[in-house]
């Protein structure tokens, strides 16, 4: 086990740039997540710290071990394919003893190990088959087990869940984590799938371009993103963002005649000058909707309703917004408007973020905003 | 009814090409077993009566010697198999998954040299080989052999390794194994259907060789394969085709000998890729 860390590493292809001179230490024996839209080089960033990847500047650390230049087979990585990479023309069990071979174990010993893995991880029956015999859910368990088999330094995962159907998707997510955790090793974990990354990340890292867009806990995160990027990946739903301006006093922004208090814990200064654009964020489920008019609220027209089981999400159009825009909020499932009904919404100052539209940043950077 | 009309009709067809490709060959072997000198005897029959053995003594006796030529095939074949799978496997995995300038046009390189008919090349490869001293030699059939099979064998192997997935490597890799022993214990038997259909390819392709056989033996003995030898039966008196037909036969035998040897894998090969069966 280490610590494993990256030191303003950066990868080019050509022109485009992968990774942009990133700096990051892993935490020891914790799952980290690396998460961003598709292109963002977090699937790069894993490749260089397996060894698969030459990074063009930068150096990667395994403890106080500078690996940066030792090829991926001398390195103490294990790695998780998204296709799995099972080797099709060798049975499970010497699939999962091939990385024990390569570290040159005894016959007996191998055999212990694989065996003692594939009981924890439940596919002791399937030893004997083919990697074609088996199903999604298995070949799956089995790419695991060739990682669980020996002791490495870090798992590295580049989406493994990604080609299971939903439901055994939320299953393995669990199992991964709980046998993370069992284990204790160093994991960096990559996926685009934000609900994926919030499920499983004792610590979330968003990358954009190449570069951390914002790095911590998951929920801190979501409830603080650092700029609009982070605030519009992370959640589902996706946040509604709303162009509004500060008003003459610069405490308070305005959307057509609504004017609604700056949060609570941003400092008044820190908003900028009278008359100056700003993006409103608000969550989905922040949205206060009302049937009623009531105080400090816009009205708008219910468009759609998805309902969702326990809960309902409805899409709104109202006249303060630019057409065609559509607000989405979380309503409770008894809440039934008609279509085109006329409702209010209220944005409550302590949900609402506010960002800079020429730097996306957000305004504050806050102690916990209380939910 | 429709099924076994169908299976009727497929069965029909077969039967038809099989008839086509067997014929001549049939007629090979009953021409083989003629006395010589009563090949064109009227009226033809399905089976000639009596069998003679006259021209396989002829053609094993003395004064042909074609198990000598036969041999000679054997060796030529086997080592411009091995070599062109060789070199040519090295090329393809570099094609096929390496990352370098040029790949593309050094594939197209290749190709081309492929493209030249054998008429084209044989002159300067006969002043190559004479330049070298390997006239009326087996090497010297069997290098410049081995450089005109690169290029097909080269293309259906790169074809093949394209098609293994690269996260195989990496798997492999990050396991702790070094890049031959992947190339040793993942690449290779996963490639194996290919190598074998493209060894197929190659070994008939150069026991088929006339041309270029017939210019490096210099009408040598010593450097004489299958076809060459075959040819010598007719310039020697006179043309008997009982004497060639026995030859074709006998060159025939060995060929058949490796295809029911290896009939399951090479199937596989060839159709690896294609649709499961």
Same mark, same amino acid.
């Given at each position: 086990?280490?610590?494993?860390?990256?030191?303003?590493?950066?990868?080019?292809?050509?022109?485009?740039?992968?990774?942009?001179?990133?700096?990051?230490?892993?935490?020891?024996?914790?799952?980290?997540?690396?998460?961003?839209?598709?292109?963002?080089?977090?699937? !790069?960033?894993?490749?260089?710290?397996?060894?698969?990847?030459?990074?063009?500047?930068?150096?990667?650390?395994?403890?106080?071990?500078?690996?940066?230049?030792?090829?991926?087979?001398?390195?103490?990585?294990?790695?998780?394919?998204?296709?799995?990479?099972?080797?099709?023309?060798?049975?499970?069990?010497?699939?999962?003893?091939?990385?024990?071979?390569?570290?040159?174990?005894?016959?007996?010993?191998?055999?212990?190990?694989?065996?003692? !893995?594939?009981?924890?991880?439940?596919?002791?029956?399937?030893?004997?088959?083919?990697?074609?015999?088996?199903?999604?859910?298995?070949?799956?368990?089995?790419?695991?087990?060739?990682?669980?088999?020996?002791?490495?330094?870090?798992?590295?995962?580049?989406?493994?869940?990604?080609?299971?159907?939903?439901?055994?998707?939320?299953?393995?997510?669990?199992?991964?984590?709980?046998?993370?955790?069992?284990?204790?090793?160093?994991?960096?974990?990559?996926?685009?799938?934000?609900?994926?990354?919030?499920?499983?990340?004792?610590?979330?890292?968003?990358?954009?371009?190449?570069?951390?867009?914002?790095?911590?806990?998951?929920?801190?995160?979501?409830?603080?993103?650092?700029?609009?990027?982070?605030?519009?990946?992370?959640?589902?739903?996706?946040?509604?963002?709303?162009?509004?301006?500060?008003?003459?006093?610069?405490?308070?922004?305005?959307?057509?005649?609504?004017?609604?208090?700056?949060?609570?814990?941003?400092?008044?200064?820190?908003?900028?000058?009278?008359?100056?654009?700003?993006?409103?964020?608000?969550?989905?489920?922040?949205?206060?909707?009302?049937?009623?008019?009531?105080?400090?609220?816009?009205?708008?027209?219910?468009?759609?309703?998805?309902?969702?089981?326990?809960?309902?999400?409805?899409?709104?159009?109202?006249?303060?917004?630019?057409?065609?825009?559509?607000?989405?909020?979380?309503?409770?499932?008894?809440?039934?408007?008609?279509?085109?009904? !006329?409702?209010?919404?209220?944005?409550?100052?302590?949900?609402?973020?506010?960002?800079?539209?020429? !730097?996306?940043?957000?305004?504050?950077?806050?102690?916990?905003?209380?939910? | 009814?429709?099924?076994?009309?169908?299976?009727?009709?497929?069965? $029909?067809?077969?039967?038809?090409?099989?008839?086509?490709?067997?014929?001549?060959?049939?007629?090979?072997?009953?021409?083989?077993?003629?006395?010589?000198?009563?090949?064109?005897?009227?009226?033809?029959?399905?089976?000639?009566?009596?069998?003679?053995?006259?021209?396989?003594?002829? $053609?094993?006796?003395?004064?042909?010697?074609?198990?000598?030529?036969?041999?000679?095939?054997?060796?030529?074949?086997?080592? $411009?198999?091995?070599?062109?799978?060789?070199?040519?496997?090295? %090329?393809?995995?570099? *094609?096929?998954?390496?990352?370098?300038?040029?790949?593309?046009?050094?594939?197209?390189?290749?190709?081309?040299?492929?493209?030249?008919?054998?008429?084209?090349? *044989?002159?300067?490869?006969?002043?190559?080989?004479?330049?070298?001293?390997?006239?009326?030699?087996?090497?010297?059939?069997?290098?410049?052999?081995?450089?005109?099979?690169?290029?097909?064998?080269?293309?259906?192997?790169?074809?093949?390794?394209?098609?293994?997935?690269?996260?195989?490597?990496?798997?492999?890799?990050?396991?702790?194994?070094?890049?031959?022993?992947?190339?040793?214990?993942?690449?290779?038997?996963?490639?194996?259907?290919?190598?074998?259909?493209?060894? $197929?390819?190659?070994?008939?392709?150069?026991?088929?060789?006339?041309?270029?056989?017939?210019?490096?033996?210099?009408?040598?003995?010593?450097?004489?394969?299958?076809?060459?030898?075959?040819?010598?039966?007719?310039?020697?008196?006179?043309?008997?085709? %009982?004497?060639?037909?026995?030859?074709?036969?006998?060159?025939?035998?060995?060929?058949?000998?490796?295809?029911?040897?290896?009939?399951?894998?090479?199937?596989?090969?060839?159709?690896?890729?294609?649709?499961?069966?």
């Amino acid at each position: 086990m280490a610590q494993v860390a990256v030191q303003q590493i950066s990868k080019r292809f050509g022109s485009v740039t992968a990774v942009d001179e990133l700096t990051w230490t892993f935490d020891d024996g914790g799952l980290t997540v690396l998460v961003g839209p598709s292109g963002c080089g977090k699937t !790069t960033l894993l490749r260089m710290i397996a060894g698969l990847e030459e990074p063009s500047g930068g150096q990667v650390w395994f403890g106080d071990l500078d690996v940066t230049a030792v090829p991926p087979w001398e390195r103490n990585a294990a790695m998780v394919f998204q296709s799995y990479a099972l080797y099709p023309h060798m049975t499970v069990f010497a699939n999962m003893a091939f990385p024990l071979q390569a570290r040159k174990l005894k016959k007996d010993a191998i055999r212990r190990q694989v065996e003692r !893995t594939a009981q924890a991880l439940g596919i002791d029956h399937l030893l004997r088959r083919k990697p074609r015999e088996l199903s999604g859910g298995q070949m799956q368990r089995v790419a695991l087990g060739r990682a669980m088999v020996r002791q490495p330094d870090v798992y590295l995962m580049d989406e493994p869940l990604s080609n299971l159907d939903a439901q055994l998707r939320v299953e393995m997510r669990g199992e991964i984590k709980r046998l993370q955790r069992a284990l204790g090793v160093t994991t960096i974990y990559v996926t685009h799938d934000q609900a994926e990354a919030m499920t499983m990340a004792d610590t979330l890292v968003v990358l954009r371009d190449g570069r951390i867009e914002q790095a911590g806990d998951p929920e801190l995160i979501y409830r603080q993103p650092a700029t609009a990027f982070v605030a519009g990946f992370i959640g589902s739903p996706m946040i509604n963002f709303i162009d509004v301006r500060l008003d003459e006093t610069g405490a308070a922004w305005m959307l057509g005649d609504l004017r609604g208090a700056l949060p609570a814990r941003l400092p008044a200064a820190a908003a900028g000058t009278a008359g100056q654009p700003l993006v409103l964020g608000i969550r989905p489920e922040d949205v206060v909707v009302s049937r009623e008019a009531i105080p400090d609220s816009l009205p708008a027209r219910a468009v759609v309703r998805e309902p969702l089981g326990k809960e309902a999400l409805l899409l709104l159009a109202a006249d303060a917004l630019p057409a065609g825009s559509l607000l989405r909020a979380i309503t409770p499932p008894d809440l039934r408007p008609a279509p085109d009904e !006329t409702v209010w919404l209220h944005f409550p100052p302590a949900r609402i973020h506010l960002f800079d539209p020429t !730097t996306n940043r957000a305004l504050q950077s806050t102690i916990g905003s209380p939910r | 009814m429709r099924r076994s009309l169908h299976t009727l009709a497929s069965l $029909v067809v077969t039967a038809v090409v099989a008839l086509f490709c067997l014929l001549p060959l049939y007629w090979v072997l009953v021409t083989s077993l003629k006395r010589p000198g009563t090949e064109f005897r009227l009226p033809l029959r399905a089976w000639p009566a009596p069998v003679s053995w006259e021209s396989y003594l002829t $053609v094993l006796g003395p004064d042909f010697r074609i198990q000598h030529a036969i041999l000679n095939s054997l060796l030529v074949s086997a080592a $411009v198999t091995a070599g062109a799978l060789f070199l040519a496997g090295l %090329a393809a995995y570099a *094609i096929a998954r390496l990352r370098f300038r040029y790949k593309v046009q050094s594939l197209t390189l290749i190709q081309m040299a492929g493209m030249a008919p054998a008429i084209v090349v *044989i002159a300067p490869t006969f002043v190559l080989i004479r330049s070298l001293g390997l006239l009326s030699s087996l090497p010297g059939l069997i290098l410049p052999n081995i450089a005109y099979s690169i290029p097909l064998s080269t293309w259906l192997l790169a074809a093949y390794f394209a098609n293994l997935p690269f996260d195989l490597e990496d798997a492999a890799k990050t396991d702790g194994w070094p890049p031959f022993q992947v190339f040793l214990r993942v690449i290779l038997p996963l490639a194996a259907p290919g190598l074998f259909s493209a060894g $197929v390819l190659v070994f008939l392709g150069s026991w088929g060789e006339f041309m270029l056989a017939l210019t490096i033996s210099m009408g040598l003995p010593e450097a004489q394969t299958v076809p060459v030898a075959i040819l010598g039966f007719s310039q020697a008196f006179q043309l008997q085709w %009982a004497w060639v037909s026995a030859g074709i036969v006998l060159s025939l035998l060995p060929v058949i000998v490796l295809v029911l040897l290896f009939q399951k894998t090479v199937i596989q090969g060839l159709t690896a890729g294609a649709v499961r069966y």
